[in-house]
């Protein structure tokens, strides 16, 4: 009691009352999403409706409307530059939500869910009083038509993505300019890389638990969307030492089929892919016609690092315009 006493009792608060939480949350610290869902007839119009968790709405809000969008939150997942597809469709699929959507007063218009994120105080700046304030960032926006909630619409906006960054299951924050690049990464053809080089001496860091892991990797790569597996294949490359150079060359005997196969790859899922890459797959296919299986890896691996050095955010050139794809 006396500790609250000290808190609470010389500083002035306001506190507001809303639906019970009941769900039991730890306390939570650091950046966080948000939802808006909002409604209009056209681009110039936009009616707010609710936001998740529940904070305001200009609409009432059933209990059940209220319970079954805070447990479909609940179990949302951030995959690096928004949330999934299969989460936009569990949500409008939730019985009361897509009660809601359906109502007449919405017909022929089209809805928006928008993504942000905020930043809630930790324990230490609450208890020293540290005025912290709340910004909030726009991450990204899924649009779909009212009459059949189809199709999907995605726009990003690169302040939010930044802002997400410690929460993106990748180790860098998304350009997004790149997201098309990250969203058709060839999964499949990297693992195939990998698997082969698991099975040659010298290129692993020799721990079991890192050989684990790249392995893992391998097995899963074609069960997982290619944002989560290209989380997996960069946390894999420290593992599996293939980042050659002039300073740092394959050993004598490797293959560069593989290799090469992976960065074809690259091009392959996207055309519009950065011309470093293209240069090097290009100067990767001579050396193997060639039968300069050194140079190949080593130009295989530099259409590797333009292809990652691609998909990183510019701090210092940062566009707040939004991206869209369909």
């Known amino acids: 009691i006396s500790a609250s006493e000290q808190v609470f009792g010389h500083a002035q608060y306001a506190f507001g009352l809303t639906q019970v939480d009941a769900f039991n949350f730890p306390p939570l610290s650091g950046t966080l999403p948000a939802f808006e869902l909002s409604w209009g007839r056209d681009e110039r ?50 019985l009361a939500v897509r009660a809601f959507l359906g109502r007449r007063e919405f017909a022929g218009g089209a809805f928006q869910l928008r993504m942000k994120a905020y930043e809630i105080p930790d324990a230490a700046a609450f208890l020293t009083y540290r ?86 990797f391998v097995a899963s790569a074609n069960t997982k969307p290619p944002l989560a597996c290209l989380a997996d294949a960069l946390a894999t490359m420290p593992l599996v030492d293939t980042d050659w150079n002039q300073g740092h060359l394959p050993p004598a005997g490797a293959s560069c089929d593989r290799d090469l196969a992976a960065a074809r790859a690259l091009l392959s899922a996207n055309p519009d892919t950065v011309d470093e890459v293209r240069r090097n797959v290009e100067l990767a296919a001579r050396d193997d016609e060639h039968g300069d299986t050194v140079a190949c890896l080593v130009h ?18 940062q566009s707040t315009a939004p991206v869209t794809r369909d």
């Not at 904070?55 to 059933?62: G, L, N, P, R, T």
Request: hydrophobic letters at 40%.
């Open 45 to 94: 119009e936009r009616r707010f409706l609710f936001s998740v968790p529940a904070s305001h709405a200009a609409i009432y809000v059933s209990d059940m409307l209220f319970y079954q969008v805070q447990t479909t939150f609940n179990y949302m997942r951030y995959d690096g530059t928004c949330f999934t597809p299969e989460f936009a469709e569990a949500l409008k699929n939730r």
């Open 131 to 216: 005025y912290m304030p709340l910004r909030w960032h726009d991450v990204c926006e899924v649009k779909f038509p009212a009459n059949d909630l189809q199709p999907l619409t995605f726009a990003y906006f690169q302040d939010g993505i930044d802002a997400m960054a410690a929460r993106s299951p990748l180790p860098f924050s998304v350009a997004v300019s790149a997201i098309p690049l990250a969203r058709t990464y060839p999964c499949q053809a990297e693992a195939e890389r990998v698997a082969y080089w698991l099975e040659r001496s010298g290129v692993t860091d020799g721990a079991e638990k890192g050989l684990e892991r790249a392995r893992q």
């Open 300 to 317: 295989t691996a530099a259409a590797r690092r333009a292809y990652y050095s691609a998909l990183r955010s510019d701090a210092s050139n």
